[in-house]
């Protein structure tokens, strides 16, 4: 049986035949390119486990791009000769550039990315890592204080994707510190109401003293926040403490 990184490889190499007679395009576009110009063919993936990667951008500057296909393959045409930094993309991942020594109408080349490993560590005692990015989770792991963690890359309203323990999952980044990436967090100093907009006197949820949350934007003397239970409003700047 093949494997995904032998499948795609092959794929590719018998694109980049096809393309070079000028039958097809790999990644569909059929274009020519100006006789001044090249294009890269390739196919991109995970350096730990070599399946491909979809959904990286492939980019020249910031005029040429591209995206690879659900197979891992992009094509960048329309590029000069010479040598140039291309660079790769995708959330979760590190961002790779890579020096290509363009010199002939089609080159190929596979690209690996490494796994974006930004650490966080748990701020406080049983600090619950679970299956989905809300409160009603499946808990998968209960973790102590200063437990290290790697970031995915991944957020969602507050919640960050994380491995811990051998297990990928999410935890409220109220709960994390982070050398490698900023984390909006504060807490509520005392019980009192989240409002529907900043000068509202309209509330729309209880919130209690020591509640961490997750800010996402300020006005005047107001700040946004989100709670863990997905609740986002309004309080007044002084009721949180860094």
């Known amino acids: 049986m093949f494997t995904a990184r032998a499948k795609a490889l092959g794929m590719c190499i018998m694109i980049l035949a ?25 196919v991109v993936y995970d350096s730990q486990n070599t399946a491909v990667l979809g959904g990286v951008k492939v980019s020249y500057g910031t005029d040429l791009f591209t995206t690879s296909s659900p197979r891992g393959v992009f094509e960048l045409v329309a590029l000069p000769y010479g040598s140039l930094e291309i660079s790769f993309s ?49 808990i ?30 999410w935890v409220w980044g109220g709960y994390l510190r982070s050398t490698d990436v900023k984390i909006p967090r504060m807490e509520i100093l005392a019980d009192g109401k989240l409002y529907k907009e900043a000068n509202s006197t309209e509330g729309i949820e209880d919130i209690f003293a020591g509640i961490p949350v997750i800010v996402t934007g300020t006005s005047s003397s107001w700040t946004k926040i989100l709670l ?10 002084t009721a949180l403490t860094g």
């Open 140 to 169: 998968l792991e209960v973790l102590a204080k200063e437990t290290k963690l790697v970031l995915t890359g991944e957020i969602n309203k507050g919640w960050y994707g994380v491995i811990a323990a051998e297990k990928n999952g």
């Open 90 to 138: 995708k959330q979760g991942y590190k961002v790779s550039n890579r020096t290509v020594d363009l010199k002939e109408p089609k080159m190929f080349v596979e690209i690996l990315l490494d796994i974006d490993q930004s650490l966080a560590n748990t701020l406080v005692d049983e600090v619950k890592l679970r299956k989905d990015p809300n409160l009603n989770g499946e």
């Open 18 to 42: 096809l393309v070079t007679f000028g039958i097809a395009g790999c990644g569909g576009n059929s274009s020519e390119s100006p006789a001044e110009t090249g294009t890269l063919i390739g």
């Open 228 to 237: 863990p239970s997905g609740a986002e409003g309004w309080l007044e700047t």
